[in-house]
């Protein structure tokens, strides 16, 4: 599968590089930015419960939006958004095609500070700062929480060098790479399949093999959330069935927001669930908004409102 240019200039951003600054982010001082340093990084050893109980409410939320809505120049894509999203557990982000669920997860990480037209609106902390205060580094909330996009989007380099890419750009010192490559390769459950042929092209991978690469290229920056964008759509049901495997190991570590079409990758994975629809108003402008949002179990065995339940028996969408 051949990388474009496109899909190397996203992944090297979603990695936390500094390859150049992104747009809109002339007014940050590079020298002055507490805000995002100031959170503690759990890649030094923050300390974290698990949060198995999805019932409770969401205590130390990761993320919290409040009223976020996501313009592309005039046009809402996703419109009043208010959840938080909680530590260790998975939450899936469900709806119909162009409900801007993409939109709204790139908003997680800035990636929609990427696209000139893209405006967000309304309040995203993480971990109690603002994502989209003056002083916050994109490039560094980046590094904390990082992405896995639909197509395995692996660099034309070996897959030593996809792995160490992150970490050398970050400055990691040359010895310590290695060790990162294994661990990262190791926590993708890719190492046993690689470790003898870790020089040849990431390119040469099969596309299951090349999408866990990118999850360890992820990884290997030491990310505190990882957000997947359709991580499996590429892939045939045993890659996808590793993947999911991969991912509810992952959650004991990290916090993961997932995007996916698939039902049953929603019900099987994830803790919480959040379902979104198309709305359209008076003018005819179509424009997504969080119907429900409530832990997985409730939304497969008794969503509170009804275009939840005619979505996710297949009725609609
Ligand atoms: N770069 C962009 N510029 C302008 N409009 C965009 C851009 N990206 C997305 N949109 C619009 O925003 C809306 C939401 O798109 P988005 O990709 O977020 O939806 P989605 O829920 O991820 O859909 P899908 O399930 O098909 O991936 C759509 O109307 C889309 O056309
Ligand atoms: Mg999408």
């Known amino acids: 599968m051949a990388a474009n240019a496109q899909d190397v200039w996203q992944a090297a951003r979603a990695v936390g590089t500094t390859l150049s600054r992104p747009p809109m982010t ?92 893209a405006r967000v609106e309304g309040s995203i902390t993480y971990h109690g700062i603002d994502l989209y205060g003056k002083d916050v580094d994109p ?10 996009f639909q197509k395995p989007n692996p660099f034309p380099k070996s897959i030593y060098d996809n792995v160490a890419f992150g970490p050398r750009v970050n400055g990691s010192p040359k010895g310590d790479l290695a060790e990162i490559v294994e661990r990262s390769l190791r926590q993708a459950a890719l190492w046993d399949e690689v470790k003898d042929k870790l020089r040849q092209s990431a390119m040469a991978l099969s596309g299951g093999q090349q999408q866990r690469l990118c999850i360890a290229r992820a990884l290997a920056v030491s990310p505190d959330v990882i957000l997947m964008d ?35 990758q929603a019900a099987r994975v994830s803790q919480r669930t959040a379902f979104f629809t198309t709305e359209v108003d008076d003018a005819g402008r179509r424009c997504g908004t969080l119907v429900e949002y409530d832990d997985t179990d409730s939304i497969f065995t008794s969503p509170g409102d009804k275009r939840t339940e005619d979505y996710i028996t297949g009725r609609f969408g």
Not at 235 to 260: F, G, H, N, Q, W
Request: glycine letters at 6%; proline letters at 6%; one cysteine or more.
């Open 230 to 264: 359709e991580p499996c759509s590429a892939l045939d049901p045993i890659s996808t069935a590793r993947i999911e495997d991969l991912m509810d190991e992952l959650k004991s570590d990290y916090t993961i927001v997932i995007v996916t079409h698939n039902m049953q």
């Open 139 to 148: 490039v560094e909330v980046r590094r904390r929480v990082g992405m896995v």
């Open 26 to 117: 002339e007014t940050a001082d590079l020298d002055s930015r507490p805000s995002i340093a100031a959170v503690p990084d759990p890649a030094k050893g923050r300390a974290r419960e698990a949060g198995e109980n999805a019932d409770s409410d969401i205590e130390e939320a990761v993320f919290s939006l409040d009223g976020v809505t996501v313009r592309y120049g005039d046009l809402a894509a996703v419109q009043g958004v208010t959840l938080d999203i909680a530590p260790n557990q998975i939450t899936a982000l469900i709806g119909p095609s162009g409900c801007g669920k993409s939109t709204l997860i790139r908003s997680l990480n800035r990636m929609n500070d990427l696209i000139p037209e």
